[in-house]
């Protein structure tokens, strides 16, 4: 079975973690959205980079599945990384960034235990590979632009 996951479900999830985490601190929408984006573009960019990779070893492929060493993290987009590019899209300092990606992460995987996998609004299906994940990008993935942010965010 496959529960289907929107962002929203997940910025709501967001706010309430970080409210309750970091009490004396306003958390706007749109810093929330920006850990999203973040996110997507961190798994955006591990498939180009494993593309690009490929295309230096003289194979050229479509990347349509990403296997991940720790949770969202790989040799080529290690925690740091993400967590850096989670801290330029929504303007959290890099503690905040990287409890915000925890939650994420603890909750995707209650999810995937629970119902085997998950379908992710903008990212794909991810199922539990150790303490990784196998993410099967998502078509619509493909059909948003880095510009989704900037012309009024994620269609909610």
């Keep these: 079975m496959v529960e289907n996951l929107r962002l929203k479900t997940l910025v709501e999830l967001l706010a309430s973690e970080l409210r309750q985490a970091f009490p004396n601190e306003e958390f706007l929408r749109i810093e929330i959205e920006g850990v999203l984006q973040g996110l997507i573009n961190s798994i ?3 498939a180009i980079r494993t593309a690009y990779a490929e295309l230096n070893s003289g194979n050229l492929f479509r990347v349509e599945s990403i296997t991940t060493a720790d949770h969202f993290s ?4 290690p925690r740091g990384d993400i967590v850096n590019r989670i801290c330029d899209t929504s303007g959290l300092d890099e503690q905040t960034s990287s409890y915000a990606l925890g939650v994420i992460e603890k909750s995707l995987d209650e999810r995937i235990k629970q119902y085997g996998a998950i379908q992710v609004e903008y ?11 196998v993410i099967e990008l998502s078509e619509r993935d493909h059909h948003v632009s880095p510009m989704t942010m900037a012309q009024g965010g994620f269609d909610f």
């Design 44 to 46: 955006r960019w591990t």
């Design 123 to 133: 990212i794909g299906t991810i199922t539990q590979s150790g303490v990784g994940y």
């Design 74 to 77: 790989t040799d080529i987009m």
